[in-house]
């Protein structure tokens, strides 16, 4: 069963927008079973480029039942269907909104006919319901009156319907409230993702490092960003396509790799730290860290000549560890070699490392 409406409202600042109309039709796919048509007293003044849209002024309004008076109207209409809108976005947000300055949790599952109309309607010049319709053939009367696109949105959705012929895109289409679809794919991500220490990459659908994060155990520490609620980790989760990782093998490699990759990458939803700087220079002018590396017999290396960090990688035979023109070959270059050092300087300071061989 779907819930097919429409709402025009007072416009105004984000979420703070007012219903002055609303229009509900109770579709079971094929017929209309139930409706719901009314006016609603926004208790707030229209902005005068919506009473020119609409022709809904202040006055029309004055006697008319404010939200709370058709709330429970608009749960029981909705109850148990799908809700259905042309840019459900607007309208769920605008009814969600209004339901939390009750104190109601308005949760429904959606569809919008523009998302579905550009599957199913290619090569369309506009998906605005105004010129869709006209394109399709389909009447339309009272042009942004709630009444008049809701009808008009019935009507093409009756046409997706038909031509959604496997009955697969609309329902793949289906956007639910409990997030199902996205918990299940959080989980299999989750699933995905080793128990090893290192960095991990979140990735959208363009492939994009949105989020780079690090741990001793990246797979808790994927699980741990997917539970939490907070406005940053739930845009991770609503964009997160893929994850990948890297191996690190130790606790110097995971910071070290971890700031110049951020500074790299500058994915959108990590937070930009600044580090205490550290301009002393290092004990000795010509070294080499060696530390545990991502497996058994493998060395972890960070090459520094005349107090610069020239650069880090893995090595596994013991001639590249004393063959300094080998070793330079194979190790990563840094770019960044004052960032290099702090990082550096700030672990060695703290924690031992498993050998230093001076050179």
């Known amino acids: 069963?779907?819930?097919?409406?429409?709402?025009?409202?007072?416009?105004?600042?984000?979420?703070?927008?007012?219903?002055?109309?609303?229009?509900?039709?109770?579709?079971?796919?094929?017929?209309?079973?139930?409706?719901?048509?009314?006016?609603?007293?926004?208790?707030?003044?229209?902005?005068?480029?919506?009473?020119?849209?609409?022709g809904i002024n202040n006055k029309m309004l004055k006697n008319a039942p404010k939200f709370f008076?058709?709330?429970?109207?608009?749960?029981?209409?909705?109850?148990?269907?799908?809700?259905?809108?042309?840019?459900?976005?607007?309208?769920?947000?605008?009814?969600?909104?209004?339901?939390?300055?009750?104190?109601?949790?308005?949760?429904?599952?959606?569809?919008?006919?523009?998302?579905?109309?550009?599957?199913?309607?290619?090569?369309?010049?506009?998906?605005?319901?105004?010129?869709?319709?006209?394109?399709?053939?389909?009447?339309?009367?009272?042009?942004?009156?709630?009444?008049?696109?809701?009808l008009a949105t019935v009507q093409l959705f009756k046409l997706l319907l038909e031509k959604d012929v496997n009955k697969a895109i609309i329902q793949k289409s289906?956007?639910?409230?409990?997030?199902?679809?996205?918990?299940?794919?959080?989980?299999?991500?989750?699933?995905?993702?080793?128990?090893?220490?290192?960095?991990?990459?979140?990735?959208?659908?363009?492939?994009?490092?949105?989020?780079?994060?690090?741990?001793?155990?990246?797979k808790a520490e994927v699980n741990k960003l997917f539970l939490?609620?907070?406005t940053r980790a739930v845009k991770i989760q609503e964009r997160v396509e893929t994850i990948s990782f890297d191996k690190t093998g130790n606790d110097l490699f995971t910071n070290l790799k971890y700031e110049i990759e951020l500074e790299v990458l500058s994915p959108k939803f990590n937070f930009k730290k600044k580090?205490?700087?550290i301009n002393k220079d290092f004990n000795n002018e010509d070294f080499i860290i060696v530390e545990k590396g991502r497996e058994v017999e493998e060395?972890?290396?960070?090459?520094?000549?005349?107090?610069?960090?020239?650069?880090?990688?893995?090595?596994?035979?013991?001639?590249?560890?004393?063959?300094?023109?080998i070793l330079k070959s194979i190790l990563t270059p840094i770019a960044n070699k004052i960032k290099a050092k702090n990082i550096i300087k700030n672990y060695i300071n703290k924690n031992k490392v498993q050998k230093i061989i001076r050179l």
């Open 1 to 54: 069963m779907y819930a097919i409406l429409d709402i025009e409202t007072t416009g105004g600042k984000f979420n703070e927008e007012g219903i002055t109309e609303i229009a509900i039709y109770k579709f079971d796919g094929h017929d209309i079973v139930d409706q719901f048509i009314s006016l609603v007293n926004p208790e707030k003044p229209i902005q005068e480029f919506v009473v020119q849209l609409t």
């Open 69 to 150: 008076e058709a709330a429970k109207r608009i749960i029981e209409i909705t109850s148990d269907c799908i809700l259905v809108a042309h840019n459900t976005t607007f309208d769920y947000r605008i009814l969600s909104t209004e339901f939390n300055r009750l104190g109601y949790d308005f949760n429904r599952n959606t569809l919008c006919t523009v998302e579905l109309s550009q599957k199913l309607i290619l090569n369309q010049p506009s998906y605005s319901l105004g010129k869709l319709t006209k394109s399709l053939g389909i009447p339309m009367t009272d042009r942004h009156r709630a009444s008049g696109d809701a």
């Open 174 to 218: 289906i956007k639910y409230f409990d997030r199902r679809l996205q918990k299940q794919k959080l989980k299999t991500l989750i699933e995905e993702t080793p128990t090893i220490q290192g960095l991990f990459y979140i990735h959208d659908i363009n492939g994009k490092v949105i989020y780079l994060g690090r741990g001793k155990n990246i």
């Open 228 to 230: 939490k609620v907070t």
């Open 275 to 277: 580090h205490k700087k």
């Open 299 to 325: 060395h972890a290396i960070i090459l520094v000549e005349r107090n610069e960090v020239l650069g880090y990688g893995y090595t596994n035979l013991k001639f590249q560890e004393n063959r300094l023109d």
